[in-house]
């Protein structure tokens, strides 16, 4: 049930420098980051997104977008991601975040619903789908594919990962910190089992990097018309489908 308490908190900019204004670049007919706010605001639980971008001016595109679109948006730190983030939440007031990445389209509902119920059900600081991206994780775990990320926090987690880092690959990666401290914090993972175990491909990634990635994606979206709502499943199985698509994926 929604609550106007639990926030999509996206981070995204434009002046990537392995593809510069992405945010806004295409995925089908509209922009990747309206084509993922679409999907995330499919999600029983989440009824806010604030996009968290950067200060500098190439970026003054996308709040102009988010202004006509009715998206909040703030603007911080272009290099320093927790601050800017964390800045975010005390801005807007935020309560439980769902931090998502905006070069991530592909992220599905049903994957926010279900680190949103695991959060809530257990008692953790900090619940993400896992990938390959946590090292420190049991090896024997099934693992999502890269660029479907979700991960679910309150705002004192951040707090406390703000005011304890200053480390520029914390301030970089914004939840880094979380992931290299599990005595500090604790952690649980959505795995790809269960209703996920169709999702067990840690060797793909979906995120959105340079132009090519998103060609794979596009792609991807041509084998399936008739699906705006397509799951993770979906999505590889359509890559699997049309193994050339590999040469276009990311690493």
């Not at 922009?31 to 605001?41: A, S």
């Not at 775990?141 to 679910?152: D, E, M």
């Not at 987690?157 to 880092?165: A, D, G, I, R, S």
Request: aromatic share 8%; glycine share 6%; proline share 4%.
């Amino acid at each position: 049930m929604k609550t106007n308490k639990i926030t999509g908190l996206i981070a995204a900019r434009m002046g990537s420098s392995r593809f510069r204004g992405k945010t806004l670049a295409n995925l089908g007919d509209i922009p990747m980051i309206e084509f993922m706010i679409k999907r995330v605001l499919l999600s029983k639980y989440v009824d806010n997104i604030v996009i968290a971008t950067g200060k500098g001016k190439e970026n003054d595109i996308l709040e102009e977008w988010c202004s006509i679109q009715n998206i909040k948006c703030f603007r911080g730190a272009d290099e320093d991601v927790l601050g800017r983030l964390y800045a975010a939440s005390v801005e807007f007031n935020l309560e439980t975040i769902v931090e998502l990445l905006g070069d991530n389209p592909f992220v599905h509902s049903s994957l926010i619903d279900g680190c949103i119920k695991l959060f809530h059900e257990s008692d953790c600081d900090y619940v993400a789908t896992l990938t390959n991206e946590y090292p420190l994780a049991e090896k024997n775990l099934p693992r999502f594919p890269i660029g479907v990320r979700v991960q679910v926090f309150n705002r004192a987690v951040l707090e406390t990962c703000h005011n304890l880092t200053s480390h520029p690959d914390h301030r970089e990666h914004a939840t880094s910190f979380i992931a290299e401290n599990p005595d500090i914090f604790k952690s649980h993972f959505l795995t790809a089992s269960g209703a996920f175990s169709n999702h067990h491909k840690p060797d793909i990634t979906f995120a959105v990097n340079r132009p090519e990635n998103l060609k794979m994606l596009n792609s991807i979206l041509q084998l399936l018309p008739a699906k705006s709502n397509f799951d993770v499943s979906d999505a590889l199985i359509a890559l699997e489908s049309n193994p050339s698509l590999l040469e276009l994926m990311g690493n």
